[in-house]
């Protein structure tokens, strides 16, 4: 945790002075042998798990770069991993983004060598969450939306509100909702709350999710307090998650689409919905290591994941929606009707992971920092 606190520490200082840094890749050589990366579970498939979702082999035979991943549950472990080394790539959330670069942990990027870099979304390119100072930390991958999975055999219809997960209350099939539900075992999850409470105590004032003063923070603490006598697990491992919802009688809890898509393709009783309140959201950057040791291999996959066929098949697999607009037509896997289903229309419905810092905008610089998000979490966990 000590590592996830010193970045957040330092963040303001150092985002004013990183966008004076400049690309230091000039032009690509011969590729190295090798990529490691490390990414969110289901963002880079080999075809192990299904044969029809591979983007790993043909990049290998054509660029002679071995993809070696390891996988991250949260953002945190994302951090912690790339403060390690090791690495040269991470897909990582808006809420570890600015972290990595504020800890000098990523490059910037030359997307002149990015040939595909012209097909990405415009709402995305010079995102916050990776731009700074006009300077590219990386290059958009995917995004989506926090949605609400539920059993629905429990709910015959779609739940309307967050409230399932976050009050005690009787559910449609006459039991309780304690230790039936989850939550997400992330201090982003701080968010979910307070995107609650916009919605339900107005009176608040709160703004923006991630922006929280101290009287809006106590109250999302609050009904994070009252979450936990109710949650079963806090989930942070996709599998596991999963496995719940199949074995150990979870009925209802935030999660990803890639989890729901399992569940379906696994003909469990499980669907998902956007309740009242909106949701949070996640836009997803691949960022390179500072000190990369295989930079060639890892622009050139920098460019194959902004391929077409590669951003529509992700999409397809995970629940997602591509950075690249092309994606959402002629993709087999995906659809004609895939992005429209994920929530491409949603994009300025969902409020965007991103790392709280003190100076905010709408509550006159007096923020809580994301180094008391992790720590006040941890005690909500643990039940303080």
């Given at each position: 945790m000590n590592s996830?606190?010193?970045?957040?520490?330092?963040?303001?200082?150092?985002?004013?002075?990183?966008?004076?840094?400049?690309?230091?890749?000039?032009?690509?050589?011969?590729?190295?042998?090798?990529?490691?990366?490390?990414?969110?579970?289901?963002?880079?498939?080999?075809?192990?798990?299904?044969?029809?979702?591979?983007?790993?082999?043909?990049?290998?035979?054509?660029?002679?770069?071995?993809?070696?991943?390891k996988t991250a549950n949260t953002s945190d472990e994302m951090v912690s991993l790339m403060n390690e080394g090791g690495f040269d790539l991470v897909t990582a959330s808006g809420d570890a983004s600015l972290r990595l670069v504020a800890g000098k942990r990523?490059?910037?990027?030359?997307?002149?060598?990015?040939?595909?870099?012209?097909?990405?979304?415009?709402?995305?390119?010079?995102?916050?969450?990776?731009?700074?100072?006009?300077?590219?930390?990386?290059?958009?991958?995917?995004?989506?939306?926090?949605?609400?999975?539920?059993?629905?055999?429990?709910?015959?219809?779609?739940?309307?509100?967050?409230?399932?997960?976050?009050?005690?209350?009787?559910?449609?099939?006459?039991?309780?909702?304690?230790?039936?539900?989850?939550?997400?075992?992330?201090p982003i999850h701080i968010a979910d709350a307070a995107n609650y409470l916009m919605f339900h105590k107005p009176e608040l004032g709160i703004k923006?999710?991630?922006?929280?003063?101290?009287d809006?923070?106590?109250?999302?603490?609050?009904?994070?307090?009252?979450?936990?006598?109710?949650?079963?697990?806090?989930?942070?491992?996709?599998?596991?998650?999963?496995?719940?919802?199949?074995?150990?009688?979870?009925?209802?809890?935030?999660?990803?689409p890639y989890q729901v898509n399992t569940l379906v393709a696994a003909k469990k009783p499980v669907a998902s919905t956007v309740p009242e309140e909106g949701v949070t959201g996640w836009a997803d950057t691949t960022m390179m290591e500072a000190d990369a040791a295989h930079p060639?291999?890892?622009?050139?996959?920098?460019?194959?994941?902004?391929?077409?066929?590669?951003?529509?098949?992700?999409s397809a697999w995970f629940g997602s929606l591509p950075v690249v607009p092309a994606a959402c037509k002629g993709n087999e896997l995906l659809g004609e009707e895939g992005c429209k289903t994920n929530g491409y229309d949603n994009f300025d419905k969902i409020k965007f992971w991103k790392t709280p810092v003190s100076k905010c905008v709408t509550q006159n610089d007096q923020c809580v920092p994301y180094y008391r998000w992790v720590s006040d979490y941890i005690g909500v966990i643990g039940g303080r």
């Open positions: 996830f606190l010193k970045s957040c520490t330092a963040l303001t200082v150092a985002l004013t002075l990183s966008g004076q840094a400049i690309a230091q890749v000039k032009e690509l050589g011969k590729g190295e042998g090798e990529v490691n990366i490390v990414a969110w579970p289901g963002y880079i498939e080999r075809g192990e798990t299904d044969k029809g979702y591979d983007w790993v082999t043909a990049f290998e035979k054509d660029s002679g770069c071995k993809v070696n991943v990523v490059q910037p990027i030359n997307t002149d060598l990015i040939p595909g870099w012209k097909t990405v979304d415009d709402r995305l390119k010079d995102a916050p969450w990776f731009t700074v100072g006009g300077v590219h930390y990386g290059v958009p991958y995917q995004w989506g939306l926090n949605i609400l999975m539920y059993n629905t055999e429990v709910f015959k219809e779609a739940p309307k509100s967050w409230n399932v997960v976050f009050e005690e209350m009787k559910l449609p099939d006459g039991k309780s909702n304690k230790g039936r539900v989850q939550a997400y075992d992330g923006d999710p991630y922006e929280l003063n101290e809006q923070y106590k109250a999302a603490l609050e009904l994070l307090r009252v979450q936990r006598t109710l949650v079963g697990r806090y989930w942070h491992d996709a599998a596991i998650q999963v496995d719940d919802f199949q074995n150990e009688g979870v009925v209802a809890s935030g999660s990803w060639n291999c890892a622009y050139m996959w920098l460019e194959h994941s902004l391929a077409p066929k590669v951003q529509g098949d992700v």
